[in-house]
């Protein structure tokens, strides 16, 4: 009874929600190998380039944005701050509940290479819609670790990241390198990355069951001082998957009937991202973004973005923000097959949906001592709403939609 009973996964938090600090600190850029099937949205599969590194001019920006610019100087690019950072997250929303603890450590050696390491936990308790329909609420654990380097040389910043994640029925490993360029005088910085990711995809109970999913992603990008006050950056992304990319838990419906998922075994993805961002007034900075997404699935997704921050006092950093996202079906995706077809899904996060996000953070000063370090704490909240077009519960017959909240809670410090 114990083997019918055993959770089985179908899906998971957003990884990129929970781990957008982490990333963004430990390599400049965010990255989203490891993604186990059902994980993420399909048309979320977004790596923010390298935003750039800008000359000293805008520099005021770059804080205003919370960190998502890096501010460099005109004549040489600025290795990443000594620092040291412990977050708690938690993500609560359509039967899953996710959260855990995760660390993260840099520090520089003799003004051109910076090293850092990462750990990451995630408790994962899921009674999700496609877990309480197929089998039983299940409770497990991953565990993701990473080590980096960095290493300037004049205009240049060099960035290899290796991470490595475990869980019960999911081994994920990964390797990035990156490369960003500033040119005239610092005005103009060019960014190039390519990801390597090796997954293998088990299935609990089943010693028999093991195959290997792969990715590969290339990333192009280039960030444009424009004014004193405003810079633009533009960034493209190809992501090729190759494998079981399925869930083996998963199920599809004929007719009514219950029949095991097929996905394609390759997927191709591109994606482009134009994202605008400078101060308003003496204290405050605004961002807007656009990302269009496309694969050889047919999904066609639109993300839409706009952001505020400011500085209150001299200890208080605010930012606010909203999105929307909407997408198309897979072109093998149905709530209910009239027919069996060679390709068949059910997997939700392939049908047409959208969601809106509303998220604040407030950063503060709790220590600091000019040129020698300083400490803040951080607060975020997100809240989202995701709606389906064409997916059902099963129990009711009704389209499905749920909440999610994320929070997290960090402490950053750097010396």
């Known amino acids: ?23 963004a600190a430990f390599a400049g850029c965010r990255r989203e190998f490891g993604r186990r099937p059902g994980k993420e949205l399909a048309g979320h599969r977004s790596v923010d380039g390298r935003a750039g ?13 919370g960190g998502v610019l890096a501010a460099g100087s005109a004549d040489a690019v600025d290795l990443p701050e000594d620092r040291a ?113 090796w997954d293998t995809v088990e299935k609990h109970n089943d010693p028999s069951f093991s195959q290997p999913a792969n990715h590969w992603q290339y990333r192009l990008g280039a960030t444009q001082i424009l004014t004193p006050r405003w810079l633009m950056s533009l960034n493209f992304e190809v992501v090729d998957d190759e494998g079981f990319l399925a869930s083996p838990y998963r199920v599809a419906r004929v007719l009514g009937a219950a029949v095991p998922e097929v996905d394609p075994s390759t997927r191709n993805s591109r994606a482009a991202t134009l994202r605008v961002a400078g101060s308003v007034g003496a204290q405050g900075a605004v961002h807007v973004q656009y990302r269009y997404f496309w694969d050889t699935w047919d999904i066609r997704a639109n993300t839409e973005e706009a952001g505020y921050s400011r500085y209150v006092g001299t200890r208080w950093l605010l930012d606010g923000f909203v999105r929307h996202y909407s ?25 047409t949906f959208n969601d809106t996000a509303v998220g604040a953070q407030a950063s503060y000063v709790i220590a600091r001592e000019p040129a020698r370090y300083q400490v803040n704490f951080t ?5 989202m709403r995701f709606h389906y077009d064409n997916f059902t519960d099963i129990r009711t017959g009704q389209l499905y939609w749920f909440n999610a909240n994320v929070v997290e809670l960090f402490v950053t410090g750097t010396f």
């Open 379 to 383: 607060a975020a909240y997100e809240w």
């Open 327 to 351: 997408q198309d079906q897979a072109n093998f995706y149905s709530n209910d097959f009239s027919a069996p077809m060679t390709y068949m899904s059910r997997n939700r996060q392939l049908s």
């Open 53 to 65: 590194l800008f000359s000293a001019g805008v520099a005021r920006i770059a804080g205003l944005l």
């Open 85 to 197: 950072d412990a977050m708690y997250h938690s993500f609560i929303g359509g039967g899953v509940v996710a959260n855990g603890p995760a660390v993260l450590v840099r520090k520089n050696l003799m003004d051109v290479v910076s090293l850092s390491a990462s750990y990451y936990v995630d408790m994962v308790s899921n009674a999700s819609i496609d877990v309480v329909t197929t089998a039983s609420p299940y409770n497990e654990r991953r565990e993701e670790t990473a080590v980096g380097l960095d290493y300037a040389y004049h205009d240049a910043l060099i960035s290899v990241v290796g991470s490595t994640s475990r869980e019960p029925d999911y081994v994920a490993d990964a390797l990035s390198v990156d490369v960003a360029q500033d040119y005239f005088g610092g005005m103009t910085t060019v960014s190039l990355g390519y990801s390597k990711g």
């Open 1 to 23: 009874m114990a083997a019918i009973k055993c959770a089985r996964r179908t899906e998971r938090a957003p990884r990129g929600l929970l781990r957008r600090w982490l990333l």
